[in-house]
DNA sequence: CCTAACTCCTGCATGC
DNA sequence: TGCATGCAGGAGTTAG
């Protein structure tokens, strides 16, 4: 499933394939992918056209190309969006969703997207303070990689919730980027357990908390990302290989490789969540 | 304002 | 074999 590092490394071959292009036709396949798009799929195409592409940006989960005309494509994956570059010959796959055709002899770009969660909408700017973003990105927190992120913010903002600290670290208005994998590592990273209380940690429990989140997500990107299936690959088609190195998270009954006790999956916030037994024990007062 | 449940969707794995 | 069920889950929306 994309996050972060999934999504930086879409990004980094949307800055490869797609900038300093410019777009000649766009094709949408149903209403669906563009619902966030409120004027409708024609209106999204008919803007498109002619626009070259500046920038590949992102937020957290959150995808925008920057347009000539100030505008912004606005896109998230969802949990199966791919953006693939490849030769207008090849055939289409079974779930495309859009297709981007440019002014020039090289790959065109496709949207494809088996479950439907990912979206593309066109948006305007807004001047958020550390620069202008999509007005539909702007209640999505910082990433932990992004150089704004306020490290004191968000340990005030963590300690005065009053939630389980895996729900603080999915909600994306306190810290944008981690979803259900990124998650677990972090905290197996940290030796806390998903249910402890977010306002039970110290500054310091923050400070640690912060750096194994970090840790994790940059060496995912090391290694472009987690592909579990063929739901994730990068533009030009690649998988990542960093499900090599997740320590828990689909290890169930694996041992841990700092103690040795089996990995534990459990059911939490309607989804799986794995922890070692050991390293991560339950709190005096958990908050599930 | 805060927190949490609900909802959207498709394909694959599982069980009877 | 076929059908029902469960599971994967990001984030906007709704409810309390």
């Known amino acids: ?18 900038v300093g292009r410019t777009i000649a036709e766009v094709e949408v396949r149903g ?13 999204f195409a008919a803007r498109l056209r002619g626009r070259r592409i500046e920038a590949a940006c992102r937020r957290g989960k959150y995808l925008w190309l920057a347009l ?3 505008g912004y494509l606005l896109a998230h994956l969802g949990m199966s969006g791919q953006f693939l570059a490849v030769a ?12 981007f055709r440019f002014r020039d002899d090289g790959p065109e770009l496709r949207f494809v997207d088996q479950r439907t969660f990912g979206g593309l909408a066109l948006d305007s700017g807004l001047d958020a303070g550390e620069g202008t973003i999509p007005a539909a990105v702007a209640h999505i927190a910082l990433d932990p990689l992004d150089e704004a992120f306020d490290d004191g913010g968000f340990a005030d903002r963590l300690r005065s919730r009053r939630t389980g600290i895996k729900r603080a670290l999915l909600d994306q208005t306190l810290i944008s980027g981690i979803g259900n994998i990124y998650a677990d590592e972090a905290l197996w990273r940290a030796r806390m357990h998903y249910a402890r209380g977010s306002d039970t940690l110290r500054r310091a429990d923050v400070v640690a908390l912060l750096a194994a989140v970090r840790e994790v997500l940059l060496a995912a990107i090391g290694a472009g990302g987690t592909s579990f299936d063929a739901l994730y690959v990068a533009v030009n088609g690649e998988s990542g290989y960093f499900d090599r190195s997740l320590e828990v998270y689909g290890r169930e009954g694996e041992p841990c490789s700092r103690c040795g006790a089996a990995i534990r ?8 969540s794995y922890r070692c037994p050991r390293c991560q024990r339950v709190p005096k007062a958990p908050r599930w």
């Open 68 to 70: 000539d005309d100030d």
């Open 265 to 272: 999956r459990e059911a939490f916030m309607n989804r799986s």
């Open 1 to 18: 499933m994309p996050e972060l590092p999934e999504v930086e490394t879409v990004r980094r071959g949307l800055e490869r394939w797609a």
């Open 31 to 43: 209403p669906r992918t563009v619902r966030r798009h409120a004027a409708g799929p024609d209106d």
């Open 88 to 99: 207008a010959e090849s055939e289409d796959p079974k779930h495309l969703r859009a297709r």
